[in-house]
């Protein structure tokens, strides 16, 4: 097993308090994780696996307690289930494939009702949702924006950084994750959005209502990353950890040079968490080092830095913990609860 080696500037972590992931227990084992979400009110740990169609559950302590939906197309059921929220008694899971919102008992995990989004001439994606309305995301070529219906609320700049293409019978749509274009997060409740965008050499923090006000907008003391050689070859390696088979490195390349554009900029975020009590966990590579900040998007504030051995990475925390992922010398993925002091 690993051993996990953390230095935290302003933080302090203590012992491990809940673990989940198991080689030998279906109910724990844990396939490429690429989010996890907390319910603020109970503490249970949703986690999002690629290529699932069901988002298992876990109490705080790691224990698995439930399943929420299941692989389809009906209701209920997710292609790709992406993103998570609360609301009241219930909770809504959003689906990029299905392009729809799906509601949850948030105590039973029951499944209610589903919202499928209409059809646009442009590729339009369920965002976040509230007690009475939704924002949903729309990607033309240059521009996302969010709109409530037909009501447009803001408008960013993007790069066209996201690739799709079939490959081992399985069709794979990777972004690439050193892109200066925003990086657009709904809040855990639905009423607020987090944009973090590039403003070199640093980053930018800005905090907006569902009516497109703005909350707060703020330069943060957080350096993007610069895009090496080092950056690159590790973006190689996780791509292929990604592929259904096994492919050598200069087909992954091909794959990567083919189907996925390259940043335009130098610098960009590798990747952006967000967690309990709306905190901001970014992840970025300087001098070598991988580096996670923890940022309250309440005000702005700074609240510590995590440097993690290479291949670990924050998936959820708030002020009291941090839920990092990690792999053993087998490739076993796991996710760890560290409590913060």
């Known amino acids: 097993m690993l051993t996990i080696a953390l230095v935290l500037a302003q933080l302090q972590l203590g012992a491990p308090s809940a673990r989940i992931g198991s080689v030998d227990d279906d109910q724990q084992a844990l396939h490429r994780v690429n989010r996890v979400v907390e319910d603020p009110a109970g503490g249970r740990v949703f986690v999002f696996q690629q290529g699932s169609g069901e988002v298992p559950v876990f109490d705080a302590i790691g224990a698995r307690v439930g399943t929420v939906g299941r692989r389809g197309g009906g209701p209920g059921e997710f292609a790709a289930p992406a993103n998570i929220g609360f609301a009241g008694a219930e909770l809504w899971v959003t689906d990029l494939s299905l392009r729809k919102f799906s509601y949850f008992d948030r105590q039973s995990l029951e499944h209610r009702r589903d919202l499928v989004l209409p059809t646009t001439d442009n590729r339009t994606t369920p965002f976040t949702i509230s007690r009475d309305r939704s924002v949903v995301t729309e990607r033309t070529t240059d521009r996302w924006l969010w709109r409530q219906g037909d009501r447009p609320l803001a408008s960013y700049a993007a790069e066209l950084d996201v690739g799709g293409f079939s490959y081992g019978g399985r069709n794979i749509t990777f972004r690439q994750p050193f892109s200066s274009s ?77 189907n996925v554009v390259r940043p335009a900029t130098t610098h960009g975020v590798h990747s952006v968490v967000i967690g309990v009590d709306d905190v901001l966990w970014v992840g970025s590579t300087l001098g070598g080092s991988n580096i996670w900040r923890a940022i309250d998007t309440m005000n702005g504030t700074l609240l510590g830095t995590l440097r993690l051995p290479e291949g670990q990475s924050v998936k959820s925390g708030g002020h009291s913990h941090v839920w990092i992922l990690s792999r053993d010398e087998l490739d076993i993925e796991y996710l760890t609860r560290y409590l913060v002091r």
């Open 182 to 258: 925003p990086r657009l997060l709904p809040t855990l409740d639905g009423q607020n959005i987090i944009v973090l965008t590039v403003d070199e050499p640093r980053l930018r923090v800005t905090r907006l209502t569902l009516d497109g006000d703005t909350i707060l907008d703020r330069q943060l003391p957080v350096e993007a990353t610069q895009v090496t050689g080092e950056i690159v070859d590790g973006w190689v390696e996780d791509f292929a950890r990604r592929l259904s088979v096994p492919a050598s490195r200069s087909t992954v390349e091909r794959l990567l040079h083919e």
